[in-house]
């Protein structure tokens, strides 16, 4: 039973225009969310997050909505670069996971930025 | 600074054989984890650690193992390995326990088991 899902594979965007990447969720328990960027031969780097007492958080390019009515989250690139190309991972907690130590993942998205 | 370190990077075993995975951070981190990820099913949580002494099982623990007798290290033992254990495996370790700061990820050990 998956709870964290990331339906689209993969995703091509031309460079300099946004990318959308989009993650459900069931558990309703869940309270804390983030996105993981990875590179081939790499381990996921963390990206941004959000709480779900918000429903937006801005980092430079990166911004993350959480519609919680729906159970989605989605990542929004704006601009993408080339560099953005890796697979985007979403991630679910709760504060009864260990106090969010516990990270419940989606299958993860392919970005492809074209120059 | 190097962070989380995973060693060895490749490993080739044969079904029955043992291996360690080691993971070491040098962070001071209270909190350490190992998650394997496989194709279409993002990472999944083996073991966790929230200090010296104290392990708990996470989603996916049958057929491993794992200690944590110091704060910067918590290798991963398969006992007996078998093909469904190949995989990539991941540690991960944060600062504190409780909280909600983000997860730091060493770069994995790629496990094939023939």
């Known amino acids: 039973d998956q709870q964290v899902k990331q339906n689209s594979p993969s995703l091509s965007v031309q460079e300099g225009r946004i990318s959308i990447l989009n993650c459900d969720y069931t558990?309703?328990?869940?309270?804390?969310f983030l996105w993981y960027k990875k590179y081939p031969a790499e381990g996921p780097t963390f990206l941004i997050s959000?709480?779900?007492?918000?429903d937006k958080n801005e980092d430079g390019r990166f911004t993350v909505f959480l519609n919680k009515s729906a159970k989605h989250l989605s990542l929004h690139i704006v601009p993408s670069q080339p560099g953005d190309s890796a697979v985007y991972f979403c991630?679910?907690?709760?504060?009864?996971?260990?106090?969010?130590?516990?990270?419940?993942f989606g299958q993860g998205t392919i970005l492809t930025v074209h120059p | 600074n190097a962070g989380v370190t995973q060693t060895p990077k490749f490993q080739v075993l044969k079904t029955g054989q043992s291996m360690t995975l080691q993971c070491a951070q040098d962070?001071?981190?209270?909190?350490m984890s190992w998650y394997r990820q496989d194709p279409g099913m993002g990472l999944r949580l083996i073991h966790y650690s929230v200090g010296a002494g104290i392990t708990d099982q996470g989603e996916v623990p049958n057929g491993y193992n794992v200690s944590r007798s110091t704060t910067e290290d918590f290798p991963l033992r398969l006992l007996s390995a078998a093909p469904s254990q190949t995989s990539v495996y991941f540690c991960a370790s944060r600062a504190e326990v409780w909280g909600n700061q983000p997860q730091h990820f060493g770069d994995g050990t790629r496990l094939s088991i023939l």
């Open positions: 558990n309703s328990m869940f309270d804390y």
């Open positions: 959000i709480s779900s007492i918000k």
């Open positions: 962070m001071n981190h209270e909190y």
């Open positions: 991630a679910a907690s709760a504060v009864v996971n260990v106090g969010y130590g516990k990270l419940t």
